[in-house]
């Protein structure tokens, strides 16, 4: 039900970095320590570890320098010391909650917990889980610095202008081909006797539970429909900061520890939720997911219609971006007449070279103007739907033009303002912060100037 899909060797690969770049945080270990930034200790064993797992997950490091690697280590490390000086706060929650994510979904690539402390190299699963934890909290520790540090960045037009006049005309950036493309979609109705269904079997939950004590626990691990939480009897532990839809959330911070609410939808389906323990900010939740069933019958006349939408459109009846404003069901796009949002650069162009393979493999020989054949898909909530598909622009490789690519060259401006921003910041805190390096990498060229010379 939760928002997060792991790619497993993802997962793996940035855990296994991690292990090579957080060392073994305890002053008590000193043989091998190359360098400290403040409460943080890195060790040469540490630069070792991490070579071989990025050698192990193919890429090339023959570039890297140790030293580089132990600058790129010496960063992070004045994020997550910095953050804590700032109070900023990673709860054991957050954290716990994210380990047992990223560690479920390992177990259930690789088959088994003791296949995965074996992938670790690590004694027990206890070991692992303690390290995990502290990388995890490094992470994220790390990540809230560098976000608290250039959200307060922003970028005016006139910094743009003055940003694409210093670039030498010979080193203007050249832009890949680009699209822009629409979409419409059609879902299909489900019907109101299916969803009171749903509503019906859990107030009968709720009912049973209250009244003739039985376990919710039970419950959710027989019916509900959240695979993420199924084997934990629903479980899902949170705060006001986890990434959660808002509706659930809004019911799960107004109910009282040991009350069960009335269903209620999400785009996930009809939950019903039991506040189990609260814990200052912090709460414990147990729910229970069903999804009204889409008949045949609904799933036909879905098809039934995007059909007729396509043909209108071919036949010059109506054209596909008030097509897609007036009879499309994704009120996402529908305003836009369709046209699709870059998940990665928030404007409308997609260039061809990142595409996402599964939208190229759809898009890339429409002629420009030409609509796809209905095609089935699938919402993340698992429901499914149809749709059509059309290039609105195409944008050939072309050197970056102010009017032209404003939105790109503001973005590449901003990145260069933050680079700054960080760069400053970074001065300031070296300065203050207890800092040392060991070794022959005190013979190191650093960007940053962590000798303080």
């Known amino acids: 039900m939760k928002f997060l899909n792991f790619k497993c060797n993802v997962i793996i690969a940035t855990l296994l970095m991690a292990f090579g770049a957080s060392a073994q945080e305890k002053k008590t270990k000193v043989d091998g320590v190359i360098g400290v930034v403040g409460d943080y200790i890195i060790l040469d064993s540490d630069i070792d570890k991490t070579y071989l797992e990025l050698k192990q997950q193919g890429v090339e490091t023959n570039d890297i320098s140790r030293c580089q690697m132990l600058g790129k280590m010496l960063e992070d490390k004045l994020y997550a010391h910095q953050a804590i000086q700032d109070s900023i706060i990673v709860t054991d929650t957050e954290v716990n909650q994210k ?88 879902k299909p109705v489900v019907s109101k006797e299916e969803e009171q269904k ?66 209620f939808k999400t785009e996930f389906g009809y939950h019903i939720i039991y506040l189990e323990k609260v814990r200052g900010q912090e709460i414990d939740v147990r729910h229970i997911l069903l999804k009204p069933k889409v008949s045949p019958e609904a799933m036909k006349a879905a098809k039934e219609k995007i059909d007729l939408i396509r043909r209108r459109i071919v036949n010059k009846e109506i054209s596909f971006a008030e097509a897609a404003r007036t009879m ?52 993340r909530a698992g429901g499914k739907f149809f749709k059509i598909m059309t290039v609105t622009n195409r944008f050939d490789e072309h050197t970056a033009d102010y009017s032209k690519d404003y939105g790109r060259l503001k973005e590449l401006a901003l990145k260069e303002k933050q680079i700054k921003a960080i760069a400053k910041w970074s001065e300031e805190k070296i300065k203050e912060t207890y800092v040392k390096i060991n070794g022959e990498y005190r013979d190191c060229t650093f960007t940053n100037n962590w000798l303080k010379k």
């Open 198 to 263: 749903v509503i019906d079997q859990l107030k009968g939950f709720k009912k049973d539970i209250l009244e003739n004590g039985a376990s919710f626990f039970s419950k959710a691990v027989l019916y509900t429909e959240d695979e993420g939480s199924r084997s934990t009897g629903g479980l899902y532990k949170m705060n006001r900061k986890t990434q959660f839809v808002k509706e659930f959330k809004d019911v799960a911070f107004s109910l009282q520890e040991g009350e069960i609410s009335e269903p």
């Open 328 to 379: 499309s069901d994704e009120k996402e796009t529908r305003n836009d007449g369709g046209v699709l949002t870059n998940p990665k650069t928030q404007d409308s162009r997609f260039e061809l070279t990142k595409m996402d393979p599964s939208l190229y493999s759809i898009v890339a020989n429409l002629k420009e103007g030409e609509v796809s054949l209905p095609m089935a898909d699938e919402e």
């Open 99 to 186: 380990l047992d994510e990223q560690y479920a979904y390992m177990v259930e690539q690789l088959g088994s917990t003791e296949k995965v402390v074996q992938y670790f190299k690590k004694s027990s699963e206890e070991d692992l889980k303690t390290e995990l934890f502290e990388i995890i909290k490094t992470n994220k520790l790390t990540a809230e610095m560098q976000r608290k540090i250039v959200d307060g960045v922003t970028i005016t037009p006139e910094e743009v202008r003055d940003f694409f006049k210093r670039i030498p005309k010979d080193e203007l950036p050249v832009f890949g081909a680009e699209m822009e493309v629409a979409q419409i979609v059609v």
